[in-house]
């Protein structure tokens, strides 16, 4: 009667519903229990054998449930269930039938855990059928072939007798030739979410959606003005571009009540290759870029996503908050990374997005913390960890999921995410039978969180950082179903992190013996905070010298907060490449300010000046520095009457300075002395240059020769005067003979062009002389002027680089 009056589509009262349907349960219940057991012994007495044992796993059919909708049905609905099935064996499977099946209600989150892991079980059969004309049927089931079906059901139909989650299956019966009986050949089983009008009480429900990738810029810019970023490859295109998994985390969570989490270091990533940048190619040389259009797409759909909501950013390039934690805090100087990290954090993500964002949270990896990670993450400014209840695990007494704030001491609260909720969307769900489970298991587990009280309870959901672009279409798809329905409404992550503590959850922080070994063997080591902070140092080391420290200080701050990324989780041999690859380039930029290599040098006398260059090939001037000559044996030769003199050094970009140091000899022979530079604060830059001085004493000899020279050109001096002043006087005698000798002309022409040519030689003697009387200056002839273009003019290949 009560079957009849629902096919005829009555409606009766919900407590007569109830009754009939309770009771219809009860009379039913003992002789389903037998029509379950009848199949696996009438066919053994048939056949005259043992029965076939269904298998623990799925059955020689399988069975997908590709839509189930409405994914949260209400009386008034129409559910709609389509599919294939697909056998498996090597028999084909005759009069073949496609059945919904609803199962009792599942009352706890365990239990809904506990039968997700046996949705293609055919032991145990879900419910009963609903039957009639709620069924497919297929003639026969060729191996290999997959059928489609589609079934709809008024959802009044299904005997829905409360509120709450039913196990829900579709199942294959048929019989093959070997089996020649009618058997549940396939199952899948999933989950029906029933809420048959308002909730009394709505859960309040935070759900993260993270922008989040991984790193893509290297340290390297170019020399230009623009300082040209270069990217370690094309991979940040690809996710950007149409269809991609960021452009789709964009186009998706635009239509959501979502709070944002984004890394600064991705948006700078994206706002650089809307201007001109280059690609690393595999065999290491670059090429230009040219998604430019792209980039700006992508910034302006994430700029009209996020206007008006509540936008939560990490420290730059997301830090690894329990690897510095558990390996970088004992290296001095790793944990002022995570301090420059989130300086960078407002003055990146603002000027992008356009959204002031929230910086005073902190996000372990999945959740899981320890008091040395609460103590790292607070250490930078944070004063709310978002932790995972997997983590801080609540004790068996509390029968009900307690809100997200949990204050932990030291004025820092725990936003402890709830565990089944955030890990229900990973794995392949590309496909759409995986989907449409993963949806059905979500919407379960928050109904069943809402049922288990009347307390207004605030629920955090962290899906995994990177989720694939299936997984984040799934996750928007269970997000709609779930805040159009009746028993859950949105929440801010502020709001959450504020709300009133539950007195009786936990709030105490794990002990680092209960982190998660998988975790920890998936950690940075030691050796990536000590090459980090051996890298700064260089930094630190080269800056004081450059007129244009941002240039450097910058791009290389960056690629360091990239070295802690979380994203190198997992991927050691990578990791380790980027930070050889910083600190190598840096070196190279180091080397670009050296002194020029120096030979032998040959000093006749008992003091000279030497001098010693210093190249500049960086595109920018420096100073601040100190070039210092030691003499590494003081008593043969002092530089300045000291074993060592040093002087300031400036040097122009693209330029060489020569520097002179005046040089004392007290004993003939060869002496070494050093030329290094140092900083200013007297730190060692660049490599030493060592050469030899080789001393040549004046002796008397040569003091003899060189008087007996000077002798010469005095004789030869008074010579020219005489013969000048006897030929001015034969000039006179010859011009009072021409007035009578006319003939005399020729002899006297011969007399004196012979007198000039003799005069002409002296005084070329003399020149020669005196050329030869000069002293023998310090500086040799190959020396560099003081300020001279470099020997390469080039400048370095990259200079330095800016912030993206």
Do not use: C
């Not at 064996?89 to 706890?108: E, F, H, I, M």
């Not at 690809?238 to 186009?251: A, H, K, N, Y």
């Not at 005698?733 to 002409?760: I, K, L, V």
């Amino acid at each position: 009667m009560a079957e009849a009056a629902d096919f005829q589509e009555t409606a009766p009262s919900p407590a007569r519903r109830w009754l009939r349907r309770t009771g219809s349960l009860l009379t039913a219940a003992p002789l389903l229990a037998g029509l379950l057991q009848l199949p696996a012994a009438a066919p053994a007495a048939a056949a005259g054998q043992d029965a076939p044992r269904a298998a623990a796993g799925s059955g020689a059919v399988a069975v997908s449930v590709n839509t189930l909708t409405p994914s949260t049905p209400t009386d008034d609905d129409t559910l709609t269930v389509a599919g294939t099935v697909t056998n498996k064996g090597k028999q084909t499977v005759t009069d073949a039938q496609v059945d919904l099946r609803v199962g009792a209600p599942v009352g706890t989150r365990s239990a809904i855990d506990t039968a997700a892991k046996y949705s293609s079980d055919v032991q145990g059969t879900v419910g009963s059928a609903i039957g009639g004309k709620y069924v497919e049927e297929f003639t026969k089931l060729t191996p290999g072939v997959a059928h489609p079906f589609s079934i709809e059901v008024p959802v009044d139909k299904l005997n829905l007798a409360q509120d709450g989650v039913y196990e829900f299956g579709v199942s294959l019966s048929g019989q093959t030739s070997a089996q020649p009986w009618t058997q549940v050949l396939g199952v899948r089983r999933t989950f029906l979410p029933y809420q048959s009008g308002e909730a009394d009480t709505r859960t309040r429900t935070t759900f993260l959606w993270p922008l989040i990738s991984g790193v893509h810029m290297m340290a390297e810019t170019g020399s230009n003005e623009q300082q040209t970023p270069v990217f370690l490859n094309d991979d940040l295109t690809q996710e950007i571009s149409p269809g991609g998994r960021l452009d789709q985390m964009v186009s998706l969570g635009k239509e959501l009540d979502v709070t944002w989490v984004v890394d600064p270091d991705l948006l700078a990533s994206v706002d650089a290759m809307t201007r001109t940048y280059q690609v690393r190619g595999e065999n290491g040389t670059t090429s230009v870029g040219t998604h430019q259009a792209v980039a700006k797409r992508w910034l302006a759909a994430v700029q009209e996503a996020v206007a008006d909501k509540e936008v939560v950013a990490l420290p730059f390039s997301d830090p690894d908050l329990a690897s510095l934690a558990h390996n970088g805090t004992n290296v001095p100087g790793a944990l002022r990374n995570l301090k420059e990290a989130t300086d960078v954090v407002a003055n990146t993500v603002e000027p992008i997005l356009h959204v002031k964002p929230l910086t005073d949270f902190a996000w372990p990896v999945e959740g899981a913390i320890d008091p040395s990670i609460v103590k790292v993450a607070t250490s930078a400014g944070a004063d709310k960890v978002i932790a995972r209840s997997d983590s801080l695990q609540e004790s068996r007494s509390l029968p009900y999921t307690p809100s997200a704030a949990r204050p932990i001491g030291a004025g820092t609260t725990a936003v402890v995410a709830d565990a089944g909720l955030s890990t229900a969307f990973q794995g392949d769900l590309l496909r759409a039978s995986a989907s449409t489970l993963a949806v059905q298991r979500f919407l379960a587990q928050s109904l069943t969180l809402n049922l288990q009280s009347d307390k207004q309870r605030s629920v955090v959901i962290a899906p995994q950082r990177t989720p694939t672009a299936g997984q984040a279409r799934t996750m928007a798809e269970a997000l709609t179903a779930l805040q159009d329905g009746p028993w859950s409404e949105a929440q801010k992550l502020a709001a959450a992190a504020s709300a009133k503590p539950d007195r009786a959850a936990t709030a105490r922080i794990p002990s680092a013996r209960a982190y998660p070994k998988e975790l920890r063997k998936r950690e940075l080591p030691r050796s990536a905070y000590e090459q980090l902070v051996r890298t700064e140092g260089k930094l630190d080391n080269f800056k004081v010298i450059l007129t244009s420290q941002f240039r450097v200080v910058t791009p290389f701050g960056r690629a360091m907060n990239r070295e802690m990324s979380t994203s190198w989780r997992g991927r050691p041999g990578e990791a380790m490449s980027f930070r050889t690859g910083v600190e190598i380039y840096l070196q190279g930029l180091a080397k670009q300010v050296r002194l020029i290599e120096k030979s032998e040098t040959k000093l006749s006398g008992r003091s000279a000046t030497i001098p010693v260059t210093v190249q500049n090939n960086l595109v920018q001037d420096v100073d601040r520095l100190v070039l210092r000559l030691t003499s590494v044996n003081p008593t043969r030769l002092k530089i300045g009457g000291k074993p060592y003199w040093q002087q300031p050094v400036t040097v122009s970009g693209g330029h060489s300075q020569s520097v002179k140091f005046t040089t004392s000899a007290n004993a003939n022979g060869r002496s070494s002395v050093i030329a290094q530079l140092y900083t200013q604060d007297g730190r060692k830059y660049g490599d030493p240059v060592r050469f030899d001085v080789k001393v040549t004493e004046i002796t008397a000899t040569v003091m003899l020769v060189i008087g007996g020279g000077v002798l010469l050109l005095v004789l030869a001096g008074f010579r020219m005067y005489t013969q000048r002043k006897r030929a001015a006087a034969r000039e006179a005698a010859e011009t009072d003979e021409n007035a009578t000798r006319p003939d005399a002309d020729e002899d006297s022409d011969s007399d004196g062009d012979s007198e000039q040519t003799e005069e002409a030689s002296d005084e070329r003697l003399g020149e020669e002389s005196s050329e030869g009387s000069r002293g023998d200056g310090a500086e040799q002839p190959s020396d560099p002027a003081p300020d001279t273009p470099a020997e390469n003019a080039d400048p370095s290949g990259t200079g330095e680089r800016v912030d993206r």
